[in-house]
């Protein structure tokens, strides 16, 4: 079956404690993103990836790393997580390829809360 | 940048209605997509649309999109409760492959 998965679904963490939450897809795909969604703000992307060792900046990079050293795998990366990255995370994969559409497939989400 | 302007942003609306929820972007954009949210789940894609004139169709739900205009439209064809859910547009710049979303249609139809 074709998936995103991400892990953990849900991880309630203290400020300052590093953490990473991992995302991984099935699909070949090239493109894979990660983004955060809060209330009444819709979603923002973090960071995206066009393929193995290419990330790029989205609008709200600050706080976070990503790495891209496998196709299936974009994991993010939160040195020294903070209160206000409390948040839903959403990761996200799409082919680049003209007839798929660059359909992006979301995983179910990490509900991260940092105390 | 491509920024996307959904409204409503929250719509109660009853059994039996139509309405429209209306995505405006602000730069040349040739890619929009619809996706749906329900409450505590992921995103489903609902719809792509890729050209100018562009309508998809998919149950009680069409959606269109005029780049001239650069406005996309979700039209909701007598409403039912199982379309209670926030729907997202999103557009794709003409280079490159963020998304930009929306943020979002929060519907709930009523009895």
């Known amino acids: 079956e074709a998936q995103v998965t991400q892990n953990p679904r849900y991880l309630i963490t203290v400020t300052g404690k590093k953490l990473t939450v991992t995302c991984s897809q099935n699909?070949?795909?090239?493109?894979m993103s990660w983004y955060r969604q809060d209330p009444g703000l819709g979603l923002r992307q973090i960071y995206y990836?066009?393929?193995?060792?290419?990330?790029d900046k989205g609008d709200v990079p600050e706080g976070y790393k990503v790495s891209r050293k496998e196709k299936r795998n974009f994991p993010l990366i939160l040195e020294s997580p903070s209160p206000n990255q409390t948040s839903l995370y959403f990761c996200a994969s799409s082919s680049t390829g003209v007839i798929a559409k660059n359909i992006q497939y979301f995983g179910a989400g990490t509900r991260l809360s940092v105390l | 940048e491509l920024k996307v302007e959904q409204n409503p942003l929250f719509l109660s609306m009853q059994e039996g209605k139509n309405y429209t929820i209306y995505c405006n972007y602000s730069t040349t954009s040739d890619r929009l997509y619809w996706y749906r949210q329900d409450p505590g789940k992921s995103l489903e894609s609902l719809f792509v649309?890729?050209?100018?004139?562009a309508v998809k169709q998919e149950g009680r739900l069409m959606a269109s999109l005029d780049t001239k205009a650069r406005l996309s439209t979700l039209h909701i064809t007598a409403a039912v409760h199982d379309l209670s859910a926030t729907y997202f547009c999103?557009?794709?710049?003409?280079?490159?492959?963020?998304?930009?979303f929306g943020k979002g249609t929060s519907l709930l139809v009523t009895p």
């Open positions: 999103a557009g794709r710049p003409n280079s490159g492959y963020a998304l930009n």
């Open positions: 990836s066009m393929n193995v060792e290419v990330t």
């Open positions: 699909m070949n795909h090239e493109y």
């Open positions: 649309l890729l050209s100018n004139g």
